[in-house]
C-alpha cells in the first residue's frame, strides 16, 4: 500500500528541487512578449500563451535541476561555503535528500515535458522560427552546465542567459501572437534581456571563490569585483536609457516606457548596493534581493503597460 503522506512529501522535495521562486526570470519574458502582441494587434491567444508560460517554465524548472546535478559532479557546489538562498544551487544531493540519479532524471523528465509543451506549439503554429527558438531554448538551458559546452564555465554564461531569458522567450511570445516579428519588440527585449543579466551576474559574487576552485569563469572568477561593479551599473543605467529611446520611437510602447521608468528609485537602491566593499564581504545579499525584485518589478511594468495599451486600443 501506497503512503499517501510519504508521497506527497517526495513530490514536494522534487517541485522544490526546480528552484521555483526564481522561475519568475523565465515567465517574466513570456508574458512581456505576450502583451506586446496584444497591444500591437488586440487579440489575443489564452492557449498559446498557455502553452508557452508553461513550456518556457519546465524548461527553466528543467535546467535549474541540471545545474545542481552538473555543479555537484565538477564539485562546484560542494566547494562553496559563502551559502545564500542566491548561491550554493539547492544543495539537495550535498544534503543527502535526493540522489545525483534522481536529480538528472527530475532534470530530463522537466525538459522533456517542457519539450512535448514546445511540439504541441508546433502542431498548432507549424512554424520553422518557434521550432528553431525551442531548440535553442532547450539546448541552451541544458548546456549551461552540462558538457561539453558547460556555457556558465567560459564566461559566456551571462551574456547566453541574458539572451535565452530574455530575447529569445520575447521575441517567441511576441511571434506566437501575431505571426511575425517587428522592431517594435526591441525595447523590451533588450530591457527584459540586460535585467536577467544583472541578475546572473550579482549572483556570481557569493559564488566566486568556489567558481574559481573549480575552473568555473564566470564574470565574477574573470574580471573582478571592480569591473563587475562598472558593467552592472553600466548596463542598469542602459536599461533606463532603453526605455527613454522607446518612449520616444513608438506611441504603443509609450505606457510602458514610462512605467518601467518609474522603477527608477528601485534601480537607484540596486545601483547603489552593487558595490565593491559590500560585494567583498560573505554573507552579504541585499544586491542580489534589489535585482531580483528590479527584474520583477520591470517585467511586471512593461507587461502591464502593453496590457492596458492593448484594452484602452492606443
Known amino acids: ?52 508560460m508553461l513550456g518556457t517554465m519546465l ?6 535541476v541540471a545545474n545542481d546535478y552538473y555543479d555537484h559532479k565538477s564539485g562546484n557546489d560542494e566547494a562553496n561555503t559563502n551559502l545564500s538562498p542566491f548561491s550554493g544551487g539547492r544543495r539537495y544531493i ?3 535528500i535526493l540522489s545525483a540519479n534522481a536529480t538528472i532524471t527530475e532534470s530530463l523528465l522537466l525538459l522533456a515535458a517542457g519539450a512535448i509543451c514546445g511540439l504541441i506549439i508546433i502542431l498548432i503554429t507549424k512554424s520553422i522560427f518557434i521550432f528553431i527558438l525551442g531548440l535553442i531554448g532547450l539546448a541552451g538551458g541544458f548546456f549551461y552546465t552540462a558538457p561539453p559546452l558547460k556555457l556558465g ?9 541574458a539572451f535565452l531569458f530574455g530575447i529569445l522567450p520575447v ?18 527585449a533588450v530591457i527584459i534581456s540586460l535585467l536577467i543579466f544583472l541578475i546572473i551576474l550579482i ?50 510602447l509609450r505606457i510602458s516606457a514610462v512605467l518601467y521608468l518609474l522603477t527608477l528609485p528601485l534601480g537607484i537602491f540596486a545601483f547603489k548596493s552593487a558595490n565593491e566593499k559590500e560585494l567583498s564581504q560573505d554573507g552579504y545579499f541585499k ?28
Open 1 to 52: 500500500m501506497i503512503n499517501k503522506n510519504t508521497m506527497l512529501t517526495q513530490i514536494w522535495v522534487y517541485y522544490k528541487a526546480t528552484r521555483p521562486k526564481f522561475l519568475t526570470a523565465s515567465a517574466a519574458p513570456v508574458l512581456t512578449g505576450s502583451m506586446l502582441g496584444y497591444a500591437v494587434t488586440g487579440n489575443f491567444s489564452a492557449g498559446l500563451f498557455i502553452l508557452a
Open 59 to 64: 524548461l527553466h524548472s528543467g535546467a535549474n
Open 94 to 96: 550535498q544534503k543527502g
Open 153 to 161: 564555465y567560459r564566461t559566456i554564461g551571462e551574456p547566453a542567459i
Open 171 to 188: 521575441s517567441g511570445a511576441y511571434f506566437l501572437q501575431t505571426n511575425r516579428l517587428d522592431r517594435i519588440i526591441v525595447m523590451p
Open 203 to 252: 549572483n556570481d559574487f557569493p559564488d566566486a571563490k568556489a567558481d574559481a576552485a573549480v575552473n568555473k569563469k564566470t564574470f565574477a572568477v574573470r574580471f573582478g569585483i571592480h569591473t563587475n561593479v562598472i558593467i552592472y551599473r553600466t548596463i542598469l543605467i542602459i536599461s533606463y536609457l532603453t526605455a527613454i529611446a522607446g518612449l520616444i520611437a513608438s506611441s504603443t
Open 287 to 314: 544586491a542580489n534581493q534589489l535585482t531580483i525584485l528590479l527584474h520583477s518589478a520591470g517585467a511586471a511594468a512593461l507587461s502591464g503597460g502593453f496590457l492596458l495599451t492593448g484594452f484602452l486600443g492606443l
